[in-house]
């Protein structure tokens, strides 16, 4: 299928490469690009929510189902107090501003993070942003917001705890389905595929749980630069990754 109205040429062609079901992105090289043009880094903070929405046009016209993106950290306070409460207006603005933009695409919006610590209109744009957009079939994006991995399982893990001090299990009868089951938001699947653009090759408290058997792909483009060009090429990368989940592969497993 050929877009036709935007600057890259698009196809949608899954032939060579291989699509995953559901996809992790850290959003990670905003402030550099700022800096390289002499702007503020909450420019880049700006130019890379406007790639967020040329990542959902993507990721829908392939087939994604599910797109978790990391927006603020558990550790993203740290920052300046300028540069964090940009950051959060950018929040409240934008939910509101793309929605039309991702009705026409079926999208769903939803958030998972400890949202206790965020500011109650963040929090109430959130909810807004989930309400309307409960009901949209093509794919969930889920913005990771407050998120830390450590976190998300100790949250897990003191669910669980009130279990067993309220008698109902044995500590010996805790799972790691049952881990599982008590993170933010058990229904969505593992990412398959996670994507760092700017050259870190760390997870930085992203999925930690979720990403156990998930493939790394990295990229030098920053943040505000990656586009459906280099989502292609992660795509055509993920086709030829041998996925052994501790097993043999394939070939080894038939000898
Ligand atoms: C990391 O780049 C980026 C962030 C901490 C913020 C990500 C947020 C956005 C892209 C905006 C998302 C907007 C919505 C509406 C969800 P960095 O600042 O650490 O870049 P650097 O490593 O170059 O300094």
């Known amino acids: 299928m050929a877009i036709s109205g935007n600057k890259e040429k698009k196809t949608f062609d899954t032939g060579d490469l291989k699509v995953p079901v559901s996809l992790g992105v850290i959003?990670?090289?905003?402030?550099?690009?700022?800096?390289?043009?002499?702007?503020?880094?909450?420019?880049?903070?700006?130019?890379?929510?406007?790639?967020?929405?040329?990542?959902?046009?993507?990721c829908v016209g392939y087939g994604v189902k599910y797109l978790t993106v990391y927006a603020f950290s558990t550790e993203n306070w740290s920052r300046p107090k300028g540069e964090v409460d940009q950051l959060m207006k950018l929040f409240v603005e934008l939910f509101d501003k793309y929605d039309p933009e991702l009705a026409e695409q079926g999208i769903r919006v939803r958030f998972s993070g400890d949202d206790s610590e965020l500011p109650q209109k963040v929090r109430d744009v959130c909810r807004t942003a989930e309400e309307r957009s409960k009901d949209r079939p093509n794919m969930q994006?889920?913005?990771?917001?407050?998120?830390?991995?450590?976190?998300?399982?100790?949250?897990?893990?003191?669910?669980?705890?009130?279990?067993?001090?309220?008698?109902?299990?044995?500590?010996?009868?805790?799972?790691?389905?049952?881990?599982?089951?008590?993170?933010?938001?058990?229904d969505v699947p593992d990412p398959e595929l996670i994507i760092r653009p700017s050259g870190e090759m760390r997870l930085s408290n992203f999925l930690l749980w979720e990403s156990a058997y998930s493939e790394f792909w990295v990229s030098d483009i920053l943040w505000p630069d990656f586009g459906y060009e280099e989502l292609t090429k992660a795509f055509r990368d993920f086709a030829l990754r041998d996925r052994r989940f501790g097993g043999l592969s394939k070939k080894e497993s038939k000898k």
């Open 27 to 58: 959003m990670d090289g905003n402030g550099r690009w700022a800096t390289q043009r002499h702007l503020p880094r909450t420019a880049g903070h700006k130019v890379g929510a406007e790639n967020l929405k040329e990542l959902c046009r993507n």
């Open 141 to 186: 994006l889920i913005v990771a917001l407050n998120y830390g991995g450590r976190r998300e399982i100790l949250s897990s893990c003191k669910k669980i705890a009130e279990q067993v001090k309220a008698g109902e299990i044995e500590p010996s009868d805790i799972t790691e389905k049952m881990l599982s089951d008590n993170m933010y938001l058990p």
